[in-house]
């Protein structure tokens, strides 16, 4: 994925239900909004749909550029007017792109299901074994808190080492994006 003239990008992985809980989606609209005040474009696993469409729309109305890279079996789906579409075969590859090759600034983490999991302990694998970016959960009690629980004992135990601690950050919507970024 090319990133012309735009330097800055938020990854979001984020179910693509719509949750009962209305904090979920509160959350996710205030984490696009920020996405776009602060100046970042975004890139997703596409749709309109749940957490991840809630997210995706308010940055986008706030004027982000938005990137999807979806799987092939969802591309009928709508779309994010304007957004680019990147339509790929699998998994892998549709995480490759968006959290290795995308270069995003930070990966942030709302809740969703077993996909939303795997994808953010891939990115927390990928931000301590090869210094990727770091993974930020937005926090909204108590769907990412056994993350984090696991994340900070890991690192106590020295199962992770003590430097990558900042690996894995929580933001709520109190906070600025750069306020997050800056901890390094």
Not at 57 to 86: C, D, F, M, W
Request: charged share 20%.
């Amino acid at each position: 994925m090319s990133q012309k003239n735009h330097s800055k990008l938020i990854c979001i992985f984020a179910g693509a239900s719509t949750p009962s809980d209305p904090l979920i989606i509160e959350n996710a609209i205030a984490l696009g909004r920020m996405i776009a005040a602060e100046g970042y474009d975004l890139i997703y696993g596409g749709g309109m749909n749940g957490v991840m469409g809630a997210c995706a729309t308010a940055a986008s109305e706030g004027g982000s550029r938005i990137h999807a890279v979806t799987l092939e079996k969802y591309s009928h789906e709508p779309q994010i007017e304007g957004a680019n579409v990147q339509v790929v075969k699998n998994e892998a590859e549709r995480f490759e792109l968006l959290a290795i090759s995308s270069r995003a600034d930070a990966l942030f983490a709302l809740p969703g299901g077993p996909g939303t999991l795997r994808e953010v302990m891939q990115a927390l694998e990928s931000a301590v074994y090869d210094n990727g970016a770091p993974v930020i959960l937005v926090k909204t009690p108590p769907y990412l808190d056994g993350i984090k629980n696991y994340f900070d004992s890991a690192v106590s135990a020295k199962l992770i080492k003590p430097e990558k601690a900042l690996s894995l950050r929580e933001w709520s919507p109190e906070q600025t994006i750069k306020s997050i970024l800056d901890l390094s």
